[in-house]
């Protein structure tokens, strides 16, 4: 059940400056998903329609595809960001707005719901999502009194007795959005950062007397930030584990709980198996029966079922039921694998469809290609599908038998049931059933390589002993 009504602003603009990160910190990854879009998929999730995510930097803008953007051109803290939304809040007059932060990534769907349930049943004018942490450091703090929350005080501004507090605001939390907006105007920078904290707004209401009200997280891990590099690797850590759970409880088996990286938009069928090393992240399925790893990497790619990729590397690819590949095969954009295909070591494939049953054993480049079924690669094949300007297809029909070192240089179409000679280079088409080969007559010098191996040993002996010496 959704959210009516609602409205989402997502602060994303921090320069995240304790991160020390190439990027906007926000698009840091946790199980290779940027935080940003962990928090977005959260708030969809929610089924909130108008979402607005407030950016400081373009590469931010670039993630939040089909939401709203606000610039906050200079970074004066958490509420002056809110206020960079103001254009927003003002032209959807929703009666609610939750406000999230780009770097929670583990806020999620039921969090939102349910302290939106609460928001309403108090008729709060606020409220704040909070949790209980055993180590609270460097979160804002809750200050209850009599029970009801009196202030929310930052790491940085606290004392002894407040920095003691476990309770700490999550960042997130619902505003009636009249009352955000009039109350965002009274908000001041004097603390400790010189910013203006959204948090001050909560202090204004509570002063006033308003109703504000905090929802405490059954799981306080829906709070969880990461400021720093290593909160990031606790996050992934979190990340990982909830992922092998989830999947295990779906009947997937997995031979070891580290060095396994999944994502939270992967599908994988039960009776699968993953082993260590393997990476799969993006929107990713992986089908019943297959084995994936050690070490492969798939990214938003499909896998049908019983296929076995040992070693491989899989990028925006779909690899069909019962395929074999590895080890050490590379799947780049764009490459469609049918059902029975063996893919062996060094092979590289890359923007081309492989018919069904095709055995493309070891060493060979396939790019910009149409294969057909039962086709057989020889070993060290190159499709040369680029001269240094322009790409061009290349064509293999049914049952065609491509011999050992063949290079194909398209446009060129190898008809059904051909065949090419080891070592030839097909520059035109070769007609359906034919045999391509292209071999001069082989010279033979007799006792031509004697002379040479008597003075190569001799020297090879020379340069032994001198070493022994
Ligand atoms: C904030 C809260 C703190 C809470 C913690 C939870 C305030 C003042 N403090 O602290 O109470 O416990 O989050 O994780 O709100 N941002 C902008 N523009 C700015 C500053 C920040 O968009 O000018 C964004 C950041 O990208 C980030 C979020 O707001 O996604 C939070 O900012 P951050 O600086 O990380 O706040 P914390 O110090 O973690
Ligand atoms: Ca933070």
């Known amino acids: 059940m959704g959210i009516p009504n609602a ?60 939401c709203s953007i606000s610039y906050q051109q200079q970074r004066l803290g958490t509420g002056h960001a809110v206020m960079c939304a103001s254009d927003f809040l003002k032209l959807h007059t929703g009666e609610d707005t939750l406000i999230l932060y780009g770097d929670t990534p583990f806020m999620d769907s039921d969090t939102i719901i349910q302290s939106y349930a609460l928001h309403k049943q108090e008729a709060a004018v606020a409220t704040i999502i909070s949790a209980r942490l055993e180590d609270p450091t460097g979160y804002g ?29 999550s960042g997130a939390g619902w505003f009636s959005t009249a009352t955000l907006l009039e109350t965002l105007a ?41 400021n720093s590099p290593l909160d990031l690797l606790n996050l992934n850590d979190i990340a990982c ?36 090393g393997s990476i799969l992240y993006g929107n990713t399925a992986i089908g019943k029966g297959s084995i994936i790893g050690p070490n ?11 296929t076995r990729l040992n070693a491989c590397q899989v990028y925006e690819s779909k690899i069909g039921s ?27 494939i890359k923007n081309s469809n492989i018919g ?39 064509v293999i029909k049914d049952y065609a038998f491509i011999g050992c070192n063949t290079n194909l240089i398209p446009p060129v179409t190898v008809g059904e049931r051909a065949y090419t000679a080891a070592g030839t280079t097909i520059t035109q088409d070769v007609p359906d059933g034919a045999l391509a080969i292209d071999r001069g007559e082989l010279g033979l010098k007799e006792g ?16 032994m002993n001198d070493r022994k010496q």
Not at 244 to 273: C, M, W
Not at 296 to 306: K, L
Not at 448 to 463: F, G, I, S, T
Request: with cysteine; net charge negative; aromatic share 6%.
């Open 7 to 66: 409205n989402c602003v997502i602060l994303a603009a921090g320069e995240g400056k304790r991160m020390f990160s190439r990027s906007s910190k926000v698009l840091c990854e946790v199980t290779h998903k940027p935080m940003i879009s962990w928090v977005i998929d959260a708030a969809r999730g929610a089924e909130i329609e108008n979402i607005c995510v407030v950016v400081g930097n373009k590469d931010v803008e670039d993630a939040a595809v089909g």
């Open 141 to 169: 703090r809750i200050v209850r009194r009599s029970g009801r929350i009196a202030a929310i005080v930052e790491q940085t501004d606290t004392d002894d007795a407040t920095a003691k507090i476990n309770e700490i605001n």
């Open 186 to 226: 009274k908000i001041g920078n004097d603390n400790a950062q010189g910013e203006y904290y959204l948090t001050d707004v909560v202090s204004i209401l509570i002063e006033n007397n308003l109703n504000v009200s905090v929802y405490t997280a059954e799981n306080p891990q829906v709070t969880l930030g990461a």
């Open 241 to 276: 584990q909830r992922a092998i759970l989830k999947h295990l409880q779906n009947g997937v088996h997995f031979t070891s709980r580290y060095g396994i990286i999944i994502g939270p938009d992967v599908e994988i069928a039960p009776g699968a198996e993953i082993m260590m």
């Open 296 to 306: 492969t990497i798939i990214r938003n790619s499909s896998v049908g079922e019983d």
């Open 322 to 348: 019962n395929v074999k590949a590895g080890p050490f095969s590379h799947f780049r954009p764009d490459s469609c694998i049918s059902d029975w295909v063996s893919i062996g070591d060094f092979v590289e």
């Open 356 to 394: 069904e049953g095709t055995d493309v054993a070891h060493l060979t480049y396939i790019g910009d290609s149409d294969v057909g079924r039962f086709c057989n690669f020889g070993c060290g094949t190159v499709t040369s599908n680029y001269d240094g300007e322009n790409k061009y297809r290349t």
């Open 448 to 463: 031509w390589a004697d002379r040479k191996l008597a003075a190569y040993v001799e020297k090879k002996n020379r340069l």
